[in-house]
């Protein structure tokens, strides 16, 4: 049985084509979806696309807003299988905002469109309001080709935070929030939050 491969010129045209993915972590109030943004904006519009998650209503139902006020038109999907569908052909760059509410077919889909040629930055918390990772982020930093990961200033003692703390009790397991229920701490100021209520 013979194996037909590549030749150069195949694998120099891939190189060439193949998309970057930038994943951007750290916790809340880091200044994670600002950079999204500013990725974003230097793009032409008409070849870009953002998605959001259907949960994810904080600010807008429809576009992806910083805590400082910034934002874009987003796309909202209710799982990652809803996303290729959308990316049309002349689309350059994808923006996925608050990867860890997605589910692990996110990983296959970041892949997909890299191959496609199409750059993907994608932004995720760091981990859970009880110091857990998120296994999908984990998975998205090993085929990140830049794993950016921000702090924010501690709220109890000013120094870098990298953890989210959660200050309200947890209702119905309702963890979507913003700076009424959350805050950026330290790892010294920080403490898992209570069991929900």
């Not at 229920?181 to 939050?193: D, G, K, M, N, Q």
Request: hydrophobic fraction near 40%.
């Amino acid at each position: 049985m013979s194996v037909s491969r590549g030749t150069a010129d195949d694998d120099t045209r891939e190189r060439v084509s193949r998309g970057i993915v930038t994943l951007i972590t750290g916790c809340m109030f880091s200044g994670k979806t600002t950079e999204l943004l500013r990725r974003i904006s230097g793009a032409d519009s008409c070849r870009v696309v953002v998605f959001k998650h259907v949960i994810d209503t904080r600010y807008s139902i429809d576009a992806v807003v910083s805590h400082g006020g910034k934002s874009c038109d987003a796309l909202v999907v209710d799982g990652s299988s809803a996303m290729l569908p959308r990316t049309t052909d002349g689309v350059s760059l994808v923006g996925v905002d608050e990867a860890h509410f997605l589910d692990d077919g996110i990983v296959e889909v970041v892949d997909r469109l890299r191959r496609r040629g199409i750059d993907v930055v994608l932004t995720s918390l760091n981990c859970d309001s009880w110091g857990h990772s998120f296994s999908v982020v984990e998975r998205l930093g090993q085929i990140a080709d830049a794993w950016i990961v921000l702090t924010a200033t501690c709220a109890t003692c000013g120094d870098a935070a990298d953890r989210t703390q959660r200050t309200t009790p947890i209702i119905d397991g309702n963890m979507v929030g913003g700076a009424e229920s959350y805050e950026p701490r330290c790892t010294r100021c920080w403490s898992a939050p209570a069991v929900f209520a």
